[in-house]
């Protein structure tokens, strides 16, 4: 009897299927619920039956948030009308990170996005089990844990049986102490960390989704990833790509990229926007991927927006820098030789995406730190009648020339930074404005201090001056200006081999694990536990100890005389056979 796990020895009642399509095309089924992914291998679902996917069959996923906030008709849009075998949710930006931290500074079990788990999943579970749509978001937030049990109340309360899983270890907080000085993302060299560092959240990639979605989960939820893994993962799942397949990483990242923004690729702020019809109900996209990374992207049939090449091309280079060097957590994508192609007669419009290239990935981490900076307040106040906008900018140079009068017969200092604009001025145009004058405009003020108590007085002399200065002040927008504490981004680098990625399905065991190919050189510590699966036995006179690597499907046993209670000597062999199969899979590639 072979040494290796049942579920890694091959059968006849399992083997390999291979069928032809066309006269020369070959393509190979496996299971989406595999533990580790085997061609012609049938797993269990947390529905009783099995689920194939075919390296053949192209993949359907579709985008329904391009970030918190984005409208609620998006996801049954896509539920009803979109044919997917996956729905992702995209929430995360650097705001809104520092938005969610603060939520969770006063609220601990907040922190995550939660129009995702009461708007866009509370009304749509059932349907959404029904079709066998799994889902993907990193609505998480600065608290997935928490948004996953939010969902975990949903599905009880609807009488499912969904696996819920959460992607955790994006957030460093914990490791404060161990950083003095980290190495800057914009190359500026190494600087110590913010004394009033927040948050700190690493961008994740596509490979714990993957491994969520390869052990059976219905509903992944995540923390801080970057956005496009968020599609990435299904297709690294569905087609089994390996880690070192760049150009298919690159573009399946590139499908992701694409979607990541919701409507921004069906026709959203389109520099033609007057060519983009019924922005009512705006289409969001969909992403048909194949197993040699091409995809059509479109959209949902008699919905609004438009799919063409414009509104394709603007989103392919919207955030990514260099198209050359697109750096994501799993791959370094060049989108520089891309093709788009316009499919005719496509409802609402489609094209065929080809062209992305893949080179080796970082071995860092990108970093997203926020830190208390101060407060700020602003005010916004209608102003209206004759010459309004000469009255609106002498009223705020008045608040501010008022204010700090004040703040030196208090003893404090002054403003860190004021920005006063007078809207219906042309102000945004600078000195390309055209008209200087209105019968109409808005004054807005913002300011930034050092400290609350000096903000309190800036936010009490606004409403004075709707009796004591010019005429036509018709209120304060929101009343009184509220002081906010200012959270500012810091970014940098951090080595993947020192961040423990966690998954977790609720209710069962979370496991730990980093990626081989990240570990690190030189003298390093770890746990056996956090490299890899161990299992020890003994039959008669002699033990048998198994490591399994995690995420790698590499089994080595070992079988040993018997050493009574000698655990130190089964532990030194352990790590000898654990030192062994590291140099294996170096060699390999695994």
Same mark, same amino acid.
């Given at each position: 009897?072979?040494g290796?796990?049942?579920?890694?020895?091959?059968?006849?009642?399992?083997?390999?299927?291979?069928w032809?399509? &066309?006269?020369a095309?070959?393509?190979?089924?496996f299971s989406?619920?595999?533990?580790?992914?085997?061609? !012609?291998?049938?797993?269990p679902?947390?529905r009783?039956?099995s689920?194939?996917?075919?390296?053949c069959?192209?993949?359907?996923?579709?985008? $329904?948030?391009g970030?918190?906030?984005d409208? %609620?008709?998006?996801?049954?849009?896509?539920?009803?009308?979109?044919?997917?075998?996956f729905?992702?949710?995209?929430?995360?930006?650097?705001?809104?990170?520092?938005?969610?931290? +603060?939520?969770?500074t006063k609220?601990?079990?907040?922190?995550? +996005?939660?129009?995702?788990? @009461?708007v866009?999943?509370?009304?749509?579970?059932n349907? *959404?089990?029904?079709? !066998?749509?799994?889902?993907v978001?990193? /609505?998480?937030?600065?608290?997935?844990?928490?948004?996953?049990? %939010?969902? @975990?109340?949903?599905v009880k309360?609807?009488g499912l049986?969904?696996?819920?899983?959460?992607?955790?270890?994006?957030?460093?907080?914990?490791?404060?102490s161990?950083?003095?000085?980290?190495?800057m993302?914009? &190359?500026?060299?190494?600087?110590p960390?913010?004394k009033?560092?927040?948050?700190m959240?690493a961008?994740l990639? %596509?490979?714990?989704?993957?491994?969520c979605?390869?052990?059976? +989960?219905?509903?992944?939820?995540?923390g801080r990833?970057?956005?496009s893994a968020? $599609?990435l993962?299904?297709?690294?799942h569905?087609?089994?790509?390996k880690?070192?397949?760049?150009d298919?990483?690159?573009?399946?990242?590139?499908a992701?990229?694409?979607?990541?923004?919701g409507? @921004?690729s069906t026709g959203?702020i389109?520099?033609?926007?007057?060519?983009?019809?019924?922005w009512d109900?705006? &289409? #969001?996209?969909?992403?048909?991927c194949?197993?040699d990374?091409?995809?059509?992207?479109?959209?949902?049939?008699?919905t609004?927006?438009l799919?063409s090449?414009?509104?394709?091309?603007?989103q392919?280079?919207?955030?990514? =820098?260099d198209?050359?060097?697109y750096l994501?957590?799993?791959?370094?994508?060049d #989108?520089?030789?891309v $093709?788009? @192609?316009?499919?005719p007669? %496509?409802?609402g419009? +489609?094209?065929r995406v080809t062209?992305?290239?893949?080179l080796?990935p970082?071995?860092?981490?990108?970093?997203?730190?926020?830190?208390m900076?101060?407060?700020?307040?602003?005010?916004?106040c209608?102003?209206?009648?004759?010459?309004? /906008?000469?009255? /609106?900018?002498?009223?705020?140079?008045?608040?501010?020339?008022?204010?700090?009068?004040?703040?030196?017969?208090?003893g404090?200092?002054?403003?860190?930074?004021?920005?006063?604009?007078?809207?219906?001025?042309?102000?945004?145009?600078g000195?390309n404005a055209?008209?200087?004058?209105s019968?109409e405009?808005?004054?807005w003020?913002?300011v930034h201090?050092?400290?609350?108590?000096a903000?309190?007085?800036?936010?009490?002399?606004?409403?004075?001056?709707?009796t004591?200065?010019?005429p !036509?002040?018709? =209120?304060i927008?929101?009343?009184r200006?509220?002081?906010?504490?200012?959270?500012?981004?810091? #970014? #940098?680098l951090?080595?993947?081999?020192? *961040?423990?990625?966690?998954?977790?399905?609720?209710?069962?065991?979370r496991?730990?694990f980093?990626?081989?190919s990240?570990?690190p050189?030189?003298?390093?510590?770890?746990?056996?536990?956090?490299l890899?699966?161990?299992?020890?036995?003994d039959?008669?006179?002699?033990?048998?100890?198994?490591?399994?690597?995690?995420?790698?499907?590499?089994?080595r046993?070992?079988t040993?005389?018997?050493h009574?209670?000698?655990?130190?000597q089964?532990?030194?062999? /352990?790590?000898?056979?654990?030192?062994?199969m590291l140099?294996?899979?170096?060699?390999?590639?695994?």
């Amino acid at each position: 009897m072979s040494g290796l796990p049942r579920f890694l020895r091959f059968s006849p009642s399992n083997s390999e299927r291979i069928w032809r399509r &066309g006269s020369a095309e070959k393509c190979v089924s496996f299971s989406s619920r595999a533990n580790f992914l085997r061609p !012609g291998v049938a797993h269990p679902d947390s529905r009783g039956g099995s689920r194939w996917y075919s390296s053949c069959k192209p993949v359907r996923i579709g985008c $329904a948030s391009g970030f918190w906030g984005d409208t %609620a008709t998006s996801a049954p849009q896509l539920i009803y009308g979109g044919q997917l075998d996956f729905l992702v949710f995209d929430y995360l930006s650097e705001i809104t990170m520092s938005l969610l931290t +603060a939520a969770r500074t006063k609220t601990p079990n907040l922190g995550y +996005a939660p129009d995702f788990v @009461q708007v866009a999943l509370a009304p749509f579970i059932n349907d *959404i089990h029904r079709k !066998g749509i799994r889902v993907v978001s990193n /609505a998480g937030g600065v608290n997935p844990l928490a948004c996953a049990e %939010a969902i @975990q109340e949903v599905v009880k309360k609807a009488g499912l049986d969904l696996k819920v899983a959460v992607v955790t270890g994006d957030d460093l907080m914990p490791s404060r102490s161990l950083l003095s000085e980290v190495k800057m993302a914009d &190359g500026g060299g190494r600087r110590p960390l913010p004394k009033t560092l927040h948050s700190m959240n690493a961008y994740l990639g %596509a490979e714990p989704i993957r491994r969520c979605l390869d052990l059976g +989960a219905d509903v992944v939820v995540t923390g801080r990833c970057v956005d496009s893994a968020v $599609a990435l993962g299904p297709l690294l799942h569905t087609f089994g790509w390996k880690r070192d397949d760049y150009d298919l990483l690159a573009a399946g990242s590139l499908a992701g990229h694409l979607i990541e923004c919701g409507a @921004q690729s069906t026709g959203g702020i389109f520099t033609d926007w007057h060519q983009v019809p019924d922005w009512d109900n705006m &289409g #969001f996209p969909v992403v048909e991927c194949s197993s040699d990374g091409s995809f059509v992207l479109s959209k949902p049939p008699k919905t609004g927006g438009l799919v063409s090449f414009g509104t394709v091309a603007e989103q392919l280079v919207y955030e990514i =820098g260099d198209p050359r060097r697109y750096l994501l957590p799993d791959v370094i994508c060049d #989108f520089s030789q891309v $093709a788009i @192609q316009e499919l005719p007669d %496509a409802d609402g419009g +489609a094209v065929r995406v080809t062209g992305a290239r893949g080179l080796a990935p970082s071995p860092d981490y990108k970093v997203c730190a926020t830190y208390m900076d101060g407060f700020r307040a602003t005010a916004v106040c209608p102003v209206g009648g004759p010459r309004a /906008a000469e009255k /609106a900018r002498r009223t705020a140079d008045s608040i501010i020339k008022r204010t700090r009068r004040m703040f030196q017969q208090m003893g404090l200092q002054d403003f860190n930074s004021v920005n006063v604009q007078v809207l219906g001025a042309e102000d945004t145009y600078g000195p390309n404005a055209r008209r200087k004058d209105s019968r109409e405009a808005v004054v807005w003020m913002a300011v930034h201090h050092k400290q609350k108590k000096a903000l309190e007085v800036f936010s009490r002399e606004v409403a004075p001056a709707g009796t004591g200065m010019a005429p !036509g002040l018709t =209120g304060i927008v929101g009343g009184r200006p509220r002081v906010s504490p200012v959270l500012k981004p810091f #970014f #940098f680098l951090h080595p993947k081999s020192q *961040i423990k990625v966690q998954d977790e399905f609720l209710g069962q065991t979370r496991r730990s694990f980093w990626f081989l190919s990240d570990l690190p050189s030189g003298p390093h510590t770890y746990r056996l536990e956090d490299l890899a699966f161990t299992r020890s036995g003994d039959k008669g006179d002699s033990a048998n100890i198994e490591v399994g690597l995690h995420n790698v499907t590499l089994w080595r046993s070992l079988t040993v005389g018997n050493h009574g209670d000698d655990a130190a000597q089964s532990r030194s062999l /352990a790590s000898r056979l654990l030192f062994l199969m590291l140099l294996h899979c170096k060699k390999k590639r695994c």
